[in-house]
């Protein structure tokens, strides 16, 4: 890997490829890539120096790259992938060669159907704060580095997301690891649940045998978890808990306890379910040899996670909070988050459901969660790398939302009616690219304040 010198990645604007496109940039490989549409994303790599095609057209390619990566977000059938699928240069998937870097030094993996980027992000800055070098590949833009990629020529750890998705994360052989979830996810590719948990069972077995695993506390009951291993939870009993977890000053305040003692917890980035994520990082953090008062002060000055309940308007009147949720725990999590931090306070929520397999397999659950607003709106299903499903709509979900009003609307539709409906707090929440209208939603919102 030290010695490709010309890489080419396909799917480029993506999350976890532009974090590796980074990388390798930043050791001095010549890096160029493809992407379907011009993106922020894209716009910063090109800034970087780093060259981005929009047109699927092989013959814009100049020199052969000795190295090809790919995310199966790019269907097969795109001119590029079959170009590429067809020449003698090596063609590999995203998770292949993060799992060949990781060879190259000791790696802490973090698992799980919920959590992995902002577990990874406080890691990463915890042990940033700490002085001890490290490299991370992360899922989301980390506010305090705006940026996903994080490196350092002297790394000791490689931090890497462990990504149960086409089974990418069997790829890493970790020294440490961390499973922060197990929720129905993915079915698409494996089928059923019974099949995705013989997974996260192949990822436990590939930790080093001197390694350690850190679960959130009840993942053993659906899990054949090895000896060398330790729970955490924000409630005790467990190896790592929280003890006296409240709000306080816009913060969420607590203790840890159990296998490390730390006081003054004090975060930054709302939501109780970052507290449980914080209480994870910290956990791999004493593992790894991190002081505890660099674990306490790097979790209190971590500033978040692009769209992990990013605030983007607090008002008197109106709070307008985004976040990447986009499976029911997820949004469960966040929606009481949202009325922990802000109660008596009416809250409208939409939501781009993302994928047609995963609207279909979740549709209930989905209706669940969101019945825990006080309006709901839905807008058309982020497809992704997916062909369309008849008769999966966002219907299938509304037509089991019975506690609350729900309704279906176009991007337009929903501008429009947040613009004109009274609103008290306001989700938006998915996966897709319901992010870029952020700050038109957030301008119409303020407008009608004035």
Known sequence: MHDIQHMFFLGIGGIGMSALARHFHSRGAHVCGYDKTPSDLTQALQNEGIEVFYDDDPSLIGQ??????YTPAVPADTKLFQHFNNTKVPFVKRAKVLGMLSETMPTIAVAGTHGKTTICAMLTHIMKYAGTPCLSVLGGISLNYNSNYIGDAQAEWLIAEADEFDRSFLHLKPQLALISAVDSDHLDIYGDRKKLLESFELFIQNLDPNGHLLFRKGIKNELAI???????HIDPPAGYFFKNVHI??????GNIDGKLQLSGIALQHPGRHNMENALGAAALAHRAGICPNDIRDGLNSFTGVKRRFEIHLQTKKTIYVDDYAHHPAEITACIESAREMWPGKRVTGVFQPHLFS???DLAGQFAESLEQLDEVILLDIYPAREKPIQGVDPKIIINKIKKTKAQHMSKEEMVDHLAKKPTEVVLTMGAGDIDRLCPLIKQSLMQKEL
């Open 248 to 253: 306080q000053d816009g913060r969420y305040r």
């Open 358 to 360: 995963r609207t279909r």
């Open 64 to 69: 052969t790259p000795e190295l090809v990566v």
């Open 226 to 232: 090895l000896k060398n291993a330790t729970d955490y």
